[in-house]
């Protein structure tokens, strides 16, 4: 028996090596190139969806950055002020936006908020090309929606920008920046250039309006409401667009308590998704639809086959009454996925090194801790397994504006 559970555990490490090697692949593709689309003629109306929780702390520089935009038609601004206990609803009245405030302690959560924001407007009569979805604590480079519209006009009928950060102080927020500037820059560009589709995640994205026509407002309410958007629209065969020129700024929780609950809830969100849609698309991946396919090898195969093979080591060390073949084996995977870590957070901060608005010491440091960062998702990913998972606020204080993020990174190119 215990041969057998070595077998396996090997097993896990070679697809977790398979994994590694696809990703490998997409690294090569987007390295001298990324996509461009060809400038359009901006005619299209939009407006802008902004939930907000308590967010009257960072929500006026996003109101700015919008009405900021070099976009001739500009963009009408709704914002649902969403069981707020502060003045959330007054900050975004005084800065230019439409708010509508919504109390429900039973319906918690951003998709019910979009939702109910987007009938609202419908109840106004109001009609638009496509609706952007941003969080309170975004900011917009000046040319953001104007990028958006060239790739929108390019018949992407969702289009997903480059996320960036606004804070990358410390550990946990430098990891969680890498992580977003490497899926940008490594993962949905490829995929742009494979012509299959990438996936949105949770803010800083574009869609029409009839789509959400269509699906009757927002209906997707899982604890990842955006995966849960992505999963549909690529089994109903359309494609997620991604635009590299059209850069926004996220903020990111400093500490690893604060992002404990929300990568949780991002977790068990997956798990929730794939248990509904999983077979779907795996039967779709099949038939040769390879977005379904990419959707399943990219996110959590990783953290999956690794502790696949810690577990099945763990059994077959106890089995052979070897217990020192674990620490041998958990040693050779630490040392291996810290290096190969290291590499892919190296690569993405190196390549995109104008784009982080930060120290040089804090981008250098932020290469050697990313691997811890992304080890602390394995027991994350375990305790959601089991664990009682719900939508938790996550607190924004970071009010930086662009004009200061500029500047930092001018002093850092």
């Known amino acids: 028996m215990a041969r057998e559970f070595t077998m396996l555990s090997q097993a896990m490490m070679a697809a977790l090596f398979v994994c590694c090697l696809y990703q490998g692949f997409y690294t090569l593709l987007t390295l001298f190139k990324k996509p461009r689309y060809p400038a359009a003629e901006c005619k299209r109306r939009y407006a802008v969806l902004v939930c907000a929780r308590n967010e009257q702390a960072v929500l006026p520089e996003l109101l700015k950055s ?23 609803a007054a900050v975004a009245r005084a800065g230019g936006a439409v708010c509508f405030e919504r109390f429900d302690k039973q319906h ?29 604590d975004n900011l917009l480079s000046p040319d953001f929606i104007r990028q958006m519209d060239s790739a929108f006009s390019s018949s992407c009928p969702i289009v997903t920008g480059y996320r960036n950060s606004k804070n990358y102080k410390g550990w946990i927020a430098g ?14 560009a490829a995929r742009m250039m494979l012509g ?33 958007f992505s999963a ?41 998704v794939v248990s509904r849609y999983g077979a779907a698309m795996a039967r779709s991946a099949l038939r040769g639809n390879f977005a379904c396919a990419d959707i399943l090898l990219c996110n959590m195969p990783m953290i999956l086959f690794s502790a696949l093979s810690l577990l099945f080591a763990a059994a077959a060390s106890i089995l052979s009454g070897h217990p020192a073949a674990l620490l041998s084996t958990a040693a050779t995977m630490a040392a291996g ?27 250098l440091a932020s290469f050697f801790t990313f691997p811890l960062y992304m080890a602390t998702y394995l027991p994350i990913a375990l305790a959601a397994c089991f664990a009682k998972v719900g939508w938790t606020p996550v607190r924004h204080t970071v009010t930086v504006n662009l004009d200061q993020l500029q500047a930092r990174g001018r002093k850092t190119a």
């Open 232 to 272: 549909e629209q690529i089994l109903a065969g359309r494609r997620i667009g991604y635009c590299a020129d059209a850069e926004f700024f996220d903020e990111q929780p400093e500490t690893l308590a604060a992002s404990i609950p929300q990568r949780m809830r991002w977790c068990k969100g997956f798990m929730q």
């Open 337 to 363: 996925s810290y290096c190969s870590l290291l590499g892919m957070g190296m690569l993405a901060g190196i390549t995109e090194w104008k784009h982080i608005h930060a120290s040089i010491g804090q981008k």
């Open 175 to 188: 990891g969680y920046a890498l992580c977003f500037i490497r899926e940008a820059r490594y993962l949905n």
């Open 108 to 136: 918690v959560g951003k998709g019910y908020a979009l939702d109910y924001l987007l009938h609202r407007i419908w109840a106004l009569g109001r009609r638009y090309d496509g609706y952007f979805v941003f969080d309170a």
């Open 66 to 88: 919008i009405r900021a935009q070099d976009y001739p038609k500009g963009a009408d601004i709704y914002v649902a002020a969403d069981n707020c206990t502060d003045a959330t």
């Open 196 to 228: 299959t589709s990438c996936t949105v995640t949770g803010t800083g994205f574009l869609v029409s309006e009839g789509i959400l026509r269509e699906a009757g407002g927002w209906p997707w309410h899982l604890l990842c409401e955006d995966f849960q």
